[in-house]
């Protein structure tokens, strides 16, 4: 089993920044894949963005130049920093993992919340 715990969520100002983090623990894992999913109120969840054990990453269309997903693979830690955020990215996000074996993880979400 792998557990996700995630941090960083607050209310920030348009055009403000936070930092995302959610570390992994548990027994007797290894983790290919990190990354972020949101889900806004009233929307599906939709992906944004991932890192591998190798360090590739992947941004959703609307997130790239202003996130920025890292990863300390010593720590079993992602990080996602995002800068000049929008109303529009109020959600709650998500932290996912997906282990060697391919077995999916999934962190309790961190509410993130940008006033205009």
């Known amino acids: 089993q792998v557990q996700l715990v995630e941090s960083g969520g607050d209310l920030v100002q348009a055009g403000g920044s936070l930092r995302l983090s959610c570390a992994a623990s548990?027994?007797?894992?290894?983790?290919?894949?990190m990354g972020w999913y949101r889900q806004a109120p009233g929307k599906q969840r939709e992906l944004v963005a991932y890192?591998?054990?190798?360090?590739?990453?992947y941004y959703a269309g609307s997130m790239k130049g202003r996130f920025t997903i890292s990863r300390d693979n010593a720590k079993n830690t992602v990080y996602l920093q995002m800068n000049s955020l929008k109303p529009e990215d109020t959600a709650v996000y998500y932290c996912?993992?997906?282990?060697?074996?391919?077995?999916?993880?999934w962190g309790q979400g961190t509410q993130v919340t940008v006033s205009s």
């Open positions: 996912y993992a997906t282990s060697t074996a391919w077995v999916n993880y």
């Open positions: 890192i591998t054990s190798s360090g590739n990453t």
């Open positions: 548990g027994s007797d894992f290894s983790i290919n894949v």
